[in-house]
């Protein structure tokens, strides 16, 4: 049975095993401690060098994930702006530069009494990968479009919705996590290396993105794609989640 604890009257915290029928906002999942392997398999067809090489990386410190992106209700919220009154009120919110996205973070901390942060890269390719080594975070080496959304199959061809959907429109993965691989992209606090799970010796303008998102294809959504925006850049397509510090 979950275990919740109050951040907030605003704010809830689902640790453990959660009911994932649907995403509730401001809700967040405890990740498990554990090692998993980081970058991209030889094996995979769609495999690029800055996902190799592939490496065993140990996740330490407890966080718990936000179960889904930072939703357009919730940024609202922040901005002090009323949320518009229609379904997409309940959609991740996109067009966020990485810097706006770390003063959201420092607000909600401030809100919650928690420590909350972007995820770094390794946390969120963990988190993703669901406590499995398959290619995408539905446990699958294949996905589909009951699955995740996206636009274009691997042919080019338009097979998908073509618009970003509300949190809870595909299953969560394994840990309970929604719009892993689809919908957007989203910021992690990572700087832009050359391969997976390298330090960055200083801050860059550069910082890895991931996920894929709605306006693109079914390999930018495997686990282990990666790809970089500079921290002023906003797009239709990249957004965020928060996690939360709990040691």
Not at 47 to 61: F, H
């Amino acid at each position: 049975m979950p275990v919740a604890a109050s951040l907030t009257t605003a704010f809830l915290l689902e640790v453990g095993s959660v009911d994932v029928s649907s995403p509730d906002p401001f809700s967040f999942v405890e990740l498990p401690i554990g090692t998993f392997l980081m970058g991209g398999s030889d094996e995979d067809r769609y495999v690029s060098a800055v996902e190799l090489p592939r490496k065993e990386v140990e996740i330490i410190n407890r966080i718990a994930m936000g179960r889904s992106p930072v939703t357009v209700c919730e940024w609202a919220r922040f901005r002090r702006a009323e949320a518009p009154r229609t379904n997409g009120s309940c959609s991740p919110v996109t067009g966020i530069s990485w810097d706006e996205a770390c003063e959201y973070a420092h607000w909600l901390s401030v809100q919650s009494g928690r420590s909350c942060r972007l995820p770094t890269e390794a946390e969120w390719e963990f988190a993703a990968r669901g406590g499995n080594d398959a290619l995408f975070p539905s446990g699958r080496n294949r996905l589909s479009l009951n699955e995740a959304n996206y636009l274009y199959d691997e042919m080019g061809h338009q097979v998908g919705r073509g618009y970003i959907t509300p949190i809870g429109s595909y299953p969560p993965n394994p840990f309970g996590l929604f719009d892993m691989s689809g919908n957007i992209c989203e910021w992690t606090a990572s700087p832009w290396t050359r391969s997976p799970g390298e330090e960055s010796a200083t801050p860059g303008r550069r910082y890895v993105t991931k996920g894929g998102a709605w306006d693109q294809l079914p390999r930018t959504m495997r686990c282990s794609s990666r790809d970089w925006a500079l921290r002023d850049e906003r797009y239709d397509n990249l957004g965020f989640r928060v996690v939360i510090d709990l040691d």
